[in-house]
């Protein structure tokens, strides 16, 4: 890692972005800051997959620019970009006959050049991310044999062997259960605090969101609501305004950071004990 | 440990890809032994460098032995093209006949026989040849909406199929001009094939081939899905349309030679895959020579099998691909 931290890895310069005849994402200008952890949120549809891709470039925006590191992103070779920035989709396709070993593997293709053989770099590349993604036991296993959980840790592993300081995540806790949910956000934190890897990613609980990101942005309708630190943005009003529905926000006594719950309002079902 | 292996399936697709290369001379062998006579192993030996006997030799040499030939490249040929479309369209269903490729093959045949009945052979080879890549241009450009996915490829390519498979259709039912050749061509046949078909195809097959093997890695990441692809670095919809003239060049070339062969390049890359895994750059040769190896039987039993008559070999590989297939999917689901 070059530039320091805080500098910016990605700015977005009034991008917008068209999905068929829905503008998914608009005129938004914000910057990816170096070093940072960052989680989008917002209710579905509000646009959050949509920025995720145009920073992967997987998408290019209608009209205003990507830049990354002051480049706009079309304009890069895009296997330079991939050496740098990981992205991992919400739900990725793969054929259910690979084995997570090959699939690791197809994160070295960045780093690949015409007709060379793999060489030791990727060998250890591919060795230290199925490590740290906790899935060197399957590595002979075949994806269709996997559980929700396990699966996500294969790609995150593919992502990890692109060594890049960047990583965008779609969603990337939706299929773990709470006991790997938790370790795939320290394990980003991780690699946040040792290798300064920045994360850019979509969260659907908010609670997980304010503990994990150094900043949260609040999207709705492809435009941005709020912006700043989560004990700042993640307010009862806030939150409520974002998602429309009445939610009650409290404080983690141990680490001061923002849980956000539903106020459900359940009727009152009375005593437990009127069941025989 | 395993994780540690630059390409697992590499090393073990070696003993499929040198028995399955072993399998193909055997069955050259055999197929050039066999027919009106059957010669010895030594026979065609020497046949094969022209000496013995100058009758033999003529028939190894000649006859026989062009046509098994024609047959192992036409087989390859289907077989990768089979293998690109599958991987390009993330279908099992990927298929230069399904798609479409061979159709328009089909009806630029036939309508060059009609319009130029006295030409038959030189007019019908490169009519279908170049009727193979309209159509798959037309497939590309009806699919094409700012990128191609492959659902949409795939509607497009059965849509061109049968449209073009109807036009054939009605340009044989409303012409007056059809002959035998006609009928074999449509069938898919190797009757009569010598080494001028030979200098058609080898050149397609071995730079086509070549590029399909070079490539092949690329359709392991394609299979992770565009978004995926992308943000690994490839550019997508260039790697696809090469993929898609590559596959073209491989189904109009064998078209052209051999007329309307079914379901190889449907089979064989599964049972390819059934043998190596997934990863293409082993299935893309294996179903190679795995394709040439089915047509080289296949063509020596519909040779053999109502002798001194020929069935078209097209009749042959869908009376066993038929099956196959369906004993595939009731075995891999």
Redesign the interface.
């Known amino acids: 890692m070059t530039a320091a931290r805080g500098t910016a890895v990605f700015e977005l310069r009034g991008a917008s972005a068209r999905l068929g005849a829905h503008l998914a994402v608009r005129e938004l200008s914000l910057e990816v800051r170096r070093g940072e952890v960052t989680a989008i949120l917002g209710p579905n549809g509000s646009g959050k997959s949509t920025l995720l ?1 145009l920073l ?3 998408l290019r925006p209608t009209t205003g620019a990507v830049l990354f590191e002051g480049e706009p992103l079309e304009a890069l ?7 740098r ?5 919400q739900s ?4 259910v ?3 997570v ?7 070295r ?2 780093h690949r050049r015409w ?1 060379t ?2 060489g030791e770099a ?2 250890r590349a ?2 230290t991310a ?1 490590s740290l993604a906790e899935v ?1 036991e399957l ?2 296993r075949t994806l269709g044999t996997l559980s929700g959980g396990e699966r996500q840790r294969a790609w995150v592993a593919l992502a990890l062997a ?1 060594e890049p300081d960047v990583l ?1 995540l779609d969603e990337p806790t939706t299929f773990l259960d709470i006991g790997h949910q938790a370790d795939l956000l320290r394990l980003l934190a991780r690699l946040n605090r040792d290798r300064g890897l920045t994360v850019v990613m979509v969260l659907h609980d908010l609670s997980q969101a304010a503990h994990a990101a150094d900043r949260v942005i609040g999207l709705h309708d492809g435009a941005v609501v709020f912006d700043g630190a989560p004990t700042e943005v993640l307010t009862a009003e806030g939150v409520s305004s974002l998602f429309g529905t009445r939610v009650r926000v409290m404080l983690d006594p141990d680490s001061g950071r923002p849980v956000v719950l539903p106020a459900l309002d359940m009727p009152d079902r009375g005593e437990a004990s009127t069941h025989p | ?9 590499m090393i073990r697709a070696a003993p499929a890809l040198s028995g399955a290369a072993l399998l193909l001379v055997l069955a050259m062998l055999l197929a050039v032994s066999v027919g009106a006579f059957l010669l010895t192993p030594s026979e065609v030996l020497r046949g094969l460098i022209e000496r013995g006997d100058p009758v033999t030799a003529r028939i190894v040499h000649d006859l026989r032995l062009p046509r098994v030939m024609i047959a192992a490249l036409v087989g390859a040929n289907l077989a990768i093209a089979g293998a690109l479309l599958q991987g390009i369209t ?1 279908n099992p269903l990927g298929d230069p006949h399904l798609l479409g490729f061979s159709a328009g093959a089909g009806l630029f045949a036939v309508i060059a026989i009609d319009v130029l009945p006295a030409t038959p052979t030189a007019i019908v080879t490169p009519a279908a040849f170049v009727g193979s890549l309209v159509s798959a241009a037309v497939v590309y450009a009806l699919a094409w909406r700012s990128g191609i996915t492959p659902v949409r490829f795939a509607l497009a390519g059965v849509a061109v199929a049968a449209l073009f498979t109807a036009l054939s259709t009605a340009v044989l039912a409303t012409s007056d001009r059809f002959t035998q050749s006609v009928l074999a061509f449509l069938a898919g046949g190797l009757y009569g094939s010598g080494w001028d078909e030979v200098q058609h195809i080898w050149p397609y097959t071995l730079i086509a081939g070549a590029g399909a093997i ?1 490539m092949a ?1 690329n359709l ?2 394609l ?6 692809a ?6 997508v919809e260039r790697v696809r349309l090469g993929l898609v003239v590559v596959a073209a060049l491989l189904t109009g070339s064998a078209v052209a030679v051999a007329g309307l062969l079914a379901f190889i390049g449907l089979m064989v890359p599964h049972v390819a ?1 059934l043998a190596v ?3 293409y750059r082993a299935v893309v040769p294996l179903s190679a020579l795995l394709g040439a190896l089915l047509l080289v039987l296949a063509d020596t039993l519909a040779r053999v099998v109502i002798a001194p008559v020929e069935i078209p070999v097209g009749i042959v590989t869908a009376v066993l691909g038929a099956p196959a297939l369906l004993l595939l999917i009731r075995t891999r689901t």
Not at chain 1, 85 to 89: C, I, K, N, S, T
Not at chain 1, 92 to 95: L, M, Q, T, V, Y
Not at chain 2, 223 to 228: F, K, N, S, T
């Open positions: 891709r992967s470039g997987s070779a895009p296997k330079a970009v991939a050496r920035v990981a992205y991992l989709p990725p396709i793969a054929p006959d690979l084995t070993g090959e699939l690791a593997w197809r994160g293709y960045p007709l053989a793999a990727d060998r591919v060795e199925m060197d590595a002979d692109q965008l | 440990m395993a994780t540690s292996r630059p390409s697992p399936r993330r070079v890695d392991n990441v299979a992770l899905g565009d978004d995926v992308r943000s690994l670095g490839m550019r895959r895994g997934g990863d």
